[in-house]
């Protein structure tokens, strides 16, 4: 794929990475298995939330530029299968999905990319179908972008967001409108070293309708090449923390907690995580 401006989605990534990535109040176990010789990986996940188990089940197939995805949910026994061809267009991806037994989940997508712009094209794929367009220009350095959300059925947007992005070898700063024009969401990430472990990044939500502001900053420090720690604060007390260990290639040990600073009688939250793979 061409290195351009990516995806709308990438706007503002970096920061919503760094304060809500990885950060679980669960407890979760993931083994994964891959074969390289017919390019299989199989993945289980079992998780303990509230004294309730659930778990689910993942394989992947590989196979030149197509990739299956089949999910089974053993909690609400559904299965989510994905298809993703890369180039059937020069420079495009199209990703094909669905979800049993809601017949009426499919949804089709095309991803356009180019030096200088990206499109992309979801439609579900139903009788009444919603379409999602985004679409974003510039560069890697620079980029805007814009998307927008219509529902056949009720005839009315279901959402129309727009963003700009400004991204250098040490820093990234983006400016979200969001919510229909409800929200403004400004945020700053600074690295702090050069295999951009570290790093600090502080981010600023405005909601118009009510009038209500959320401040928030964090970061990440690398302890050492295995291990990370991450931390959040926001202007209500929300205070997060995590800690991440790889306890050999591939397979890391998160445990994250968040307690309310302002409430300290209030029990704080807990979460451990293990994902082994080979």
């Known amino acids: 794929m061409s290195k351009g401006p990516g995806l709308f989605s990438d706007i503002g990534k970096k920061a919503k990475d760094l304060l809500t990535k990885d950060y679980s109040y669960d407890q979760k176990f993931t083994v994964t298995t891959y074969s390289d ?30 990739i ?20 059937v267009v020069p420079s495009t ?6 979800k049993l037994p809601d017949y009426n989940s499919g949804k089709l997508e095309v991803q356009y990319f180019h030096e200088h712009a990206t499109f992309t094209t979801a439609v579900a794929l139903n009788q009444s179908p919603a379409l999602d367009l985004t679409g974003t220009i510039g560069t890697q350095s620079f980029s805007f972008g814009a998307e927008a959300g219509y529902d056949s059925a009720s005839g009315s947007f279901t959402k129309y967001n727009a963003g700009v992005s400004v991204t250098k070898p040490d820093s990234s700063a983006s400016v979200i409108l969001a919510d229909k024009g409800d929200m403004l969401k400004a945020s700053y990430v600074h690295h702090l070293d050069q295999l951009r472990k570290s790093a600090a990044v502080a981010e600023i939500t405005r909601r118009f309708s009510t009038n209500e502001n959320t401040f928030t900053v964090g ?4 302890v050492d090449p295995l291990t990370v720690v991450k931390t959040r604060l926001n202007n209500h007390g929300q205070l997060g923390a995590l800690l991440q260990h790889e306890l050999k290639p591939k397979s890391v040990l998160t445990i ?23």
């Open 37 to 66: 010789d017919v390019g299989v990986g199989l993945t289980s996940t079992a998780v303990k939330k509230g004294g309730l188990s659930t778990g689910d089940i993942a394989a992947q197939y590989k196979y030149k530029n197509t």
């Open 68 to 87: 299956i995805d089949v999910k089974v949910d053993t909690g609400s026994n559904q299965i989510l299968t994905t298809l993703t061809i890369s180039e």
């Open 93 to 98: 991806k199209t990703i094909a999905s669905f």
């Open 219 to 222: 970061g990440a420090y690398a």
């Open 256 to 278: 994250s907690g968040e307690f309310d600073t302002k409430a300290l009688d209030q029990n704080p939250r807990f979460g451990l995580s293990l994902a082994l793979k080979p």
